[in-house]
């Protein structure tokens, strides 16, 4: 079992910046790779972003391209979430999730952490 708390979230203008955080516990040893999910009211959940836990590629939605950036620290077992230029279409629940190797899908998810960017 993997543990995930995110943290960051908060209340933004339009164009603003937001840090989220995700520190990973448990059996951490097994992780392929991380992600961020987010689910706007009323809509289904999409993917945001991910990294995988050996090696530097990362790989973007659409909508956040040239805005997001993710990053990790594997030392602290933490994934980041850099959310620049922020839009009110960014307002959602922002879940961070790990995918053990060998899956292919994302198995564990945290809380959630909430982002509302205001116009």
């Known amino acids: 079992q993997v543990q995930l708390v995110e943290s960051g979230g908060g209340l933004v203008q339009t164009g603003g910046s937001l840090r989220l955080s995700c520190a990973a516990s448990?059996?951490?040893?097994?992780?392929?790779?991380m992600g961020w999910f987010r689910q706007a009211p009323g809509k289904e959940r999409e993917f945001v972003a991910a990294?995988?836990?050996?090696?530097?590629?990362?790989y973007y939605a659409d909508s956040v391209k040239g805005r997001f950036t993710i990053s990790k620290d594997n030392a602290q077992n933490t994934v980041y979430l850099q959310m620049n230029n922020l839009k009110p279409e960014d307002t959602a629940l922002y879940y961070c999730?790990?995918?053990?190797?060998?899956?292919?899908?994302?198995?564990?998810w945290g809380q959630g952490t909430r982002v509302t960017v205001s116009s």
């Open positions: 448990g059996r951490t040893v097994n992780m392929n790779a």
């Open positions: 999730a790990v995918q053990p190797d060998g899956t292919g899908r994302f198995d564990y």
């Open positions: 990294i995988p836990w050996s090696g530097s590629s990362t």
